[in-house]
Nanobody
Framework: QVQLVESGGGLVQPGGSLRLSCVVSGFPLEYVAIGWFRQAPEKEREGVSCISSDRNTNYGDSVKGRFTISRDNAEHMVYLDMDNLSPEDTAVYYC???????????????????WGQGTQVTVSS
């Protein structure tokens, strides 16, 4: 059973930065793909970024050039560095895990088998 716990959310001003963390347990991280998704009130869950077990990455169109995903298998951690944040980035951010060896996707949330509880990111002045 893969377990995920997100942290690092909070309140930040427009133009600011945050680093989200996802700690993974129950399965060796090097064999798992991790995706970050977000959900704002009354909106569908949106794919933000993902990183495959071979470290290939994908990003949603709305965050390209602003967000960076990385992984530290030894520390069982996946990070999402978010820069130049705007109010439109306000949402609950979730990390998901998939044991698939296929390239990860940000288009299909159901590709991920396990999810964390989420961390709130609020961008406001």
């Amino acid at each position: 059973q893969v377990q995920l716990v997100e942290s690092g959310g909070g309140l930040v001003q427009p133009g600011g930065s945050l680093r989200l963390s996802c700690v993974v347990s129950g399965f060796p991280l090097e064999y798992v793909a991790i995706g970050w998704f977000r959900q704002a009130p009354e909106k569908e869950r949106e794919g933000v970024s993902c990183i495959s077990s071979d470290r290939n990455t994908n990003y949603g169109d709305s965050v390209k050039g602003r967000f960076t995903i990385s992984r530290d298998n030894a520390e069982h951690m996946v990070y999402l560095d978010m820069d130049n944040l705007s109010p439109e980035d306000t949402a609950v951010y979730y990390c998901g895990a998939s044991r698939s060896i296929a390239p990860c996707t940000v288009r299909v949330a159901s590709w991920y088998d396990y999810w964390g509880q989420g961390t709130q990111v609020t961008v406001s002045s």
